[in-house]
Nanobody, 113 residues
Framework: QVQLVESGGGLVQAGGSLRLSCAAS????????MGWYRQAPGKERELVVG???????NYANSVKGRFTISRDNAKKMVYLQMNSLKPEDTAVYYC???????WGQGTQVTVSS
């Protein structure tokens, strides 16, 4: 059974940092492209960043230079380091196995001004 569990969200002041984690089970993580998405209130869910099985990354313009995705295939973990956070980064953040219907339950990130 495939399962993705996010953690690490919370409330942070603008300019601060958070590190999100996604724990994967039921899959061989090294074989899969992974992504972080986010959905703000009243907005559509958007791709923040994707990482291929080979480690290539693709960031949304809005987070380039501030967010960094990484993966630990042995631990079956995917991370999202978020620095220089802005109020507009406030959203529920989701982990996903790209190209599949498998999503995590989401973790709330709130950035106060």
């Amino acid at each position: 059974q495939v399962q993705l569990v996010e953690s690490g969200g919370g409330l942070v002041q603008a300019g601060g940092s958070l590190r999100l984690s996604c724990a994967a089970s039921g899959i061989i993580l090294s074989l899969n492209a992974m992504g972080w998405y986010r959905q703000a209130p009243g907005k559509e869910r958007e791709l923040v960043v994707g990482i291929t099985s080979g480690g290539s990354t693709n960031y949304a313009n809005s987070v380039k230079g501030r967010f960094t995705i990484s993966r630990d295939n042995a631990k079956k973990m995917v991370y999202l380091q978020m620095n220089s956070l802005k109020p507009e980064d406030t959203a529920v953040y989701y982990c996903r196995i790209l190209g599949t219907p498998y999503w995590g339950q989401g973790t709330q990130v709130t950035v106060s001004s």
